[in-house]
């Protein structure tokens, strides 16, 4: 299961890390008289955070800490309306060093004594064994199938069906195999009753209502498969994923939307944000608000709602 941590857990949590970057942020953390009350049922949703073992680090003109320095004070401000935090992979810098996992937890500290659930999903330039010796001793897996990080978090108006797309040995393709694809479609028959979202790391090999198939070669290996299970069940509304560094929305043929998570650490394209998404779960759907790391960027704030199929 993607590392998991609520209030009960974060002492034992926190004993587990060894060293650097232990409380890189907390200074950073706004005051209660500062915050900004956000609807309940709000998830904020990052990916591809690649926090390196140097934490002034700089890739394509950005600073992956510092990024993600802002991102947590802004998450922070939504005050306690904020459900809980998912990453969707990549949380290392390029091969999972225990030295980038000790980083990213210094830096998502502040989110743990800020009384949130944070969930991590497992991304190509991610290591599930430093990952587990070095953040994740205090939480063993539970539910998905062996040596896979999935995960099923129940909300008031949506389930969130979280998957381990790395596939190790492949630097850039993932690959979520048939043992995980079974959980995921047991999973979604025991709770045919709410929307359903599923979220991995890597994109789809499927081509979109409108647009064509992005670079098919790094994507999913098993798309169809996924895209199988989920087309052929009705409660299964939006696909979420990063991967890419992109920011899009798009949709598949039966209405399912696709949600391409932009990157807090860095853009391939200039014209691409870098950020992270706040969802606010509705009964009918879901509202979506980009918070841009430049907040002159022309998409900052850039909404949009999810009409549920």
């Given at each position: 299961?993607?590392?998991?941590?609520?209030?009960?857990?974060?002492?034992?949590?926190?004993?587990?890390?060894?060293?650097?970057?232990?409380?890189?942020?907390?200074?950073?953390?706004?005051s209660?008289?500062?915050a900004?009350?956000?609807?309940?049922?709000t998830?904020?949703?990052?990916?591809d955070?690649?926090?390196p073992a140097?934490?002034?680090?700089?890739?394509?003109?950005?600073?992956?800490?510092?990024?993600?320095?802002r991102?947590?004070?802004?998450?922070?401000?939504r005050?306690?309306?904020?459900?809980g935090?998912?990453?969707?992979?990549?949380?290392?810098?390029?091969?999972?060093?225990?030295?980038?996992?000790?980083?990213?937890?210094?830096?998502?500290?502040?989110l743990?004594?800020?009384?949130?659930?944070v969930?991590l999903?497992?991304?190509?330039?991610?290591?599930?064994?430093?990952?587990?010796?070095?953040?994740?001793?205090?939480?063993?897996d539970?539910?998905?199938?062996?040596?896979?990080?999935?995960?099923?978090?129940?909300s008031?108006?949506?389930?969130?069906?979280?998957?381990?797309?790395l596939?190790?040995?492949?630097?850039?393709?993932?690959?979520?195999g048939?043992?995980?694809?079974?959980w995921?479609?047991?999973?979604?028959?025991?709770?045919p009753?709410?929307p359903a979202?599923?979220?991995?790391?890597?994109?789809l090999?499927?081509r979109?209502?409108?647009?064509?198939?992005?670079?098919?070669?790094?994507?999913?290996?098993?798309?169809?498969?996924?895209?199988?299970?989920?087309?052929s069940?009705?409660?299964?509304?939006?696909?979420?994923?990063g991967?890419?560094?992109?920011?899009?929305?798009?949709?598949?043929?039966?209405?399912?939307?696709?949600?391409n998570?932009?990157?807090?650490?860095y853009?391939?394209?200039?014209s691409?944000?870098?950020?992270w998404?706040?969802?606010t779960?509705r009964?009918d759907?879901?509202?979506?608000?980009l918070?841009?790391?430049n907040?002159?960027?022309?998409?900052?704030?850039?909404?949009?709602?999810?009409?549920?199929?």
């Open positions: 299961m993607p590392l998991e941590l609520g209030n009960l857990n974060r002492r034992r949590f926190f004993a587990g890390i060894a060293g650097a970057g232990a409380s890189w942020l907390g200074r950073q953390a706004l209660a008289a500062e900004i009350e956000a609807p309940g049922g998830w904020a949703l990052l990916s955070t690649h926090i140097d934490l002034g680090e700089r890739h394509r003109g950005s600073c992956m800490a510092e990024n993600a320095g991102i947590v004070t802004e998450i922070l401000s005050d306690s309306g904020t459900a935090v998912i990453v969707s992979g990549d949380c290392a810098r390029l091969f999972g060093r225990a030295d980038d996992y000790r980083n990213f937890a210094g830096l998502i500290e502040p743990v004594h800020g009384r949130r659930e969930h999903l497992m991304g190509n330039h991610d290591n599930r064994e430093v990952f587990a010796d070095t953040c994740a001793t205090a939480f063993p539970r539910g998905g199938p062996t040596g896979r990080r999935t995960a099923f978090l129940p008031e108006h949506l389930n969130w069906f979280l998957l381990d797309s596939e190790e040995g492949t630097p850039v393709a993932g690959r979520l048939r043992e995980q694809l079974d995921l479609a047991a999973a979604l028959d025991r709770h009753d709410k979202v599923v979220m991995a790391h890597h994109h090999k499927i979109p209502e409108r647009g064509g198939i992005y670079k098919p070669m790094s994507a999913l290996r098993d798309s169809a498969e996924l895209h199988e299970v989920m087309k069940r009705p409660q299964v509304k939006a696909y979420f994923y991967h890419t560094h992109r920011w899009e929305i798009g949709r598949t043929r039966e209405g399912i939307h696709l949600v998570l932009p990157s807090s650490a853009v391939f394209e200039a691409q944000p870098g950020g998404v706040e969802a779960a009964e759907g879901l509202d979506l608000v918070h841009s790391v907040p002159l960027h022309r998409a900052h704030g850039e909404r949009h709602r999810l009409r549920w199929r």
